[in-house]
């Protein structure tokens, strides 16, 4: 999304409306990958990513864990050539995307101690992972270093995973077929004309929509009204990601695409 350049991330905006490492040092002690699946380890903390700045490309695999005491996200952007942090910093600044920057989605908001994958198909070249949540004193966490640069070479021999599930997106709304308690990986699909996006949404006990924005707008400083378990930002049409979640029994999840309106709702068994 060209706003996540914005100080408040498209997502904030429509959970608004709707009611809408990260460094350039040494690599990270707590991230790994291993050759067979390419998984790399990203974990998200304030206020910083702890992963490997050299990854290897073609498949693959970022599990994320949100080690943090706060919500977070990871928006992922394609650079052209080869920029510094001081680059990316200076275009955050500016509040447009620059146009060596390419949205290519991510991972949407993870609640502390939430782990959640995405397995994407990469070319040789630089990336990076920014979370605009806000700070308690109302800053994105951008601002506050959560940035990372990291840079993918060669092609890896590693496969997607299989999905044991497929959820399907077109301009009338979500096929969602039963979801029962546990991890799933998930093929999530854009069959549609639009992009779509794939936010999980699980309201605690008599929260709403309207105490959802007021939770973000105060920069969760009051206890969160809903858990987050992961899913997918706006990918393109015809485009799919697999992802893994899980689902607690006895929730109801909302699977939302804000900017569309569409919803769908999950009752997890």
Not at 14 to 25: K, M, P, Q, S, T
Not at 38 to 61: A, C, I, Q
Request: proline residues 6%; negative net charge.
């Amino acid at each position: 999304m060209k706003a996540r350049f914005a100080i408040v991330t498209l997502l904030c905006c429509a959970l608004l409306l709707a009611a809408c490492g990260g460094n350039d040092e040494s690599d990270g002690g707590g991230a790994g990958s291993t050759a067979d699946e390419n998984v790399v380890e990203v974990g998200l903390m304030e206020y910083s990513f702890d992963m490997p700045e050299e990854l290897e490309g073609g498949t693959v695999t970022f599990a994320a864990t949100n080690e943090g005491e706060l919500p977070h996200e990871i928006a992922f952007g394609q650079i052209e050539g080869e920029r510094t942090m001081d680059d990316v910093m200076k275009a955050l600044e500016g509040g447009r995307p620059p146009s060596w920057f390419k949205d290519i989605a991510g991972i949407p908001v993870l609640s502390p101690g939430v782990r959640a994958s995405m397995t994407r198909d990469l070319d040789e070249g630089q990336y990076i992972f920014l979370c605009f949540l806000p700070t308690p004193e109302g800053t994105p966490h951008v601002e506050e270093g959560m940035v990372r640069l990291f840079s993918l070479t060669g092609t890896s021999d590693a496969e997607p995973p299989s999905a044991d599930l497929t959820i399907t997106a077109t301009e009338d709304g979500f096929d969602v077929p039963e979801i029962s308690a546990g991890t799933h990986t998930i093929e999530l699909v854009n069959d549609g004309t639009k992009p779509h996006e794939f936010a999980f949404v699980s309201y605690e006990e008599g929260m709403t929509e309207k105490d959802l924005g007021k939770w973000f707008g105060s920069g969760f400083k009051t206890e969160a009204p809903a858990q987050f378990p992961g899913g997918m930002q706006t990918i393109k049409p015809g485009t799919s990601v697999v992802v893994e979640m899980t689902f607690e029994s006895g929730r109801t999840y909302n699977l939302e695409d804000f900017e569309a309106k569409l919803t769908s709702e999950i009752e997890v068994e």
